[in-house]
């Protein structure tokens, strides 16, 4: 039956941001970029724990299919999807050491 009135179920807000666990070697002081770019404490990302909290969406490109990868081996299309790549750079045992296209979780 339907009364004219609006719905008072709000639905949840959809998830915002993103979540990247630091490797477990990693101490302060680190260097973090995405795409190539220095990401800077407090601006970009924030630190809960051992983890990375950017409030932007960054993606991976994920897996390509069996259509997508046969058309850019034809050469007809390339792949165009966002692809988002974080890396931490760190000291280990004093050398200077790249984490490189660190898992992406949905914040």
């Given at each position: ?64 299919g ?13 792949t ?28």
């Amino acid at each position: 039956m339907r009364t004219g009135c609006h719905s008072m179920n709000v639905p949840e807000p959809a998830s915002r941001g993103t979540r990247v666990r630091l490797p477990p070697d990693v101490v302060r002081p680190f260097e973090i970029y995405v795409n190539g770019v220095p990401q800077h404490e407090g601006r970009d990302f924030r630190i809960e724990g051992r983890t990375l909290v950017f409030e932007r969406v960054l993606k991976g490109e994920g897996k390509l299919g069996f259509w997508r990868w046969l058309s850019m081996w034809i050469g007809v299309a390339g792949t165009y999807r966002q692809n988002d790549s974080v890396d931490v750079v760190y000291q280990r045992n004093g050398k200077r050491v790249v984490a490189s296209k660190l898992p992406l979780e949905p914040a």
